[in-house]
């Protein structure tokens, strides 16, 4: 897998219900949805010092329905754009957990209440499990897997990438 086996990063806490709106708001999408332009307001309605405050390999962190509300990619895009590959909440919208696939921005499913913001976070992305450490606590938390064929297409990078490598998807299932 194209890194995605091991990821290590520090935790970003967010709410619940953080909708995509929060993530990206409408006003700012006005004039574009490129995510590089968008990058400095993320996440502004939550704490309009968060973008500044990104590093790279920061790890969002929320609890139920993380990316709720509109299924605009872009929520998605502009999240990856400020170099953060994984999302670990208790839950996503559907739409967003798909949008997060199909671009490569992992969404990790599991019980995230016992992580802190600034946590260190070990995540191991595996076939049959999917495990996220939080190294200073000693904690483990035992996180939903992906099916192989999701697996596959993070490991690409996304969906486009995937489809580019592959040729297409194979045979129909019948």
């Known amino acids: 897998m194209a890194g995605i086996r091991e990821l290590r990063g520090r935790a970003r806490r967010l709410g619940d219900q953080v909708n995509t709106d929060y993530i990206i708001a409408s006003s700012r999408k006005k004039e574009t949805i490129d995510p590089a332009d968008l990058k400095p307001y993320l996440l502004e309605a939550v704490d ?18 993380f990316g709720c509300g509109s299924a605009m990619e872009v929520a998605v895009t502009v999240v990856l ?27 990790v499913e599991c019980d995230t209440s016992r992580i802190r913001e600034g946590d260190e976070l070990g995540i191991r992305i595996g076939a049959t499990n999917v495990i996220v450490d939080v190294i200073g606590s000693r904690t483990r938390i035992e996180a939903r897997r992906f099916p192989l064929f999701i697996l596959e297409i993070l490991e690409a990078g996304g969906l486009v990438p995937f489809l580019r490598d ?3 998807f194979g045979e129909p299932l019948k």
Do not use: C, E, M, Q
């Not at 309009?48 to 329905?65: K, Q």
């Not at 670990?88 to 921005?105: E, H, K, P, Q, W």
């Open 48 to 65: 309009a010092g968060f973008a500044a405050s990104v590093r790279p390999g920061d790890i969002l962190v929320a609890g139920d329905a």
């Open 81 to 107: 754009s400020a170099g953060i590959r994984t999302v670990v909440a208790r839950s996503f919208s559907r739409t967003y957990f798909r949008n997060a696939i199909n671009n490569g921005l992992i969404p």
């Open 166 to 168: 592959k040729g297409g």
